[in-house]
Nanobody, 118 residues
Framework: QVRLVESGGGLVQAGGSLRLSCTVSGGRFSSYAMGWFRQAAGKEREFVAA????????YYADSVKGRFTISRDNAKNTVYLQMNSLKPEDTAVYYC???????????WGQGTQVTVSS
């Protein structure tokens, strides 16, 4: 089974930084496009960032563009989300996502809480 485990969440002050990590086991990490989503209390899950399997292409939601950076280390089976200039509205549970093109498949981590205080 493919398993995704997030880490690095916590409580930070506005303007601070945090780096999330997601480690994948049980599958071929290099074949997955990786992404981060988040879900604030009482709201729908939303896209945050993604990186292609090769690492050549990255994508960001407008709300985090210029502040967050997604990267991957295939040797460590890990994807990262560097979050800078954090705002209270960034508070959410952050979920790691893996997508496989063929056969199509998608996997989710358990989530890690990020809380940004004023």
């Amino acid at each position: 089974q493919v398993r995704l485990v997030e880490s690095g969440g916590g409580l930070v002050q506005a303007g601070g930084s945090l780096r999330l990590s997601c480690t994948v086991s049980g599958g071929r990490f290099s074949s997955y496009a990786m992404g981060w989503f988040r879900q604030a209390a009482g709201k729908e899950r939303e896209f945050v960032a993604a990186v292609s399997w090769s690492g050549d292409h990255t994508y960001y939601a407008d709300s985090v563009k210029g502040r967050f950076t997604i990267s991957r280390d295939n040797a460590k089976n890990t994807v990262y989300l560097q979050m800078n200039s954090l705002k209270p509205e960034d508070t959410a549970v952050y979920y790691c996502n893996a997508r496989k093109t063929w056969p199509p498949a998608q996997y989710w981590g358990q989530g890690t809480q990020v809380t940004v205080s004023s």
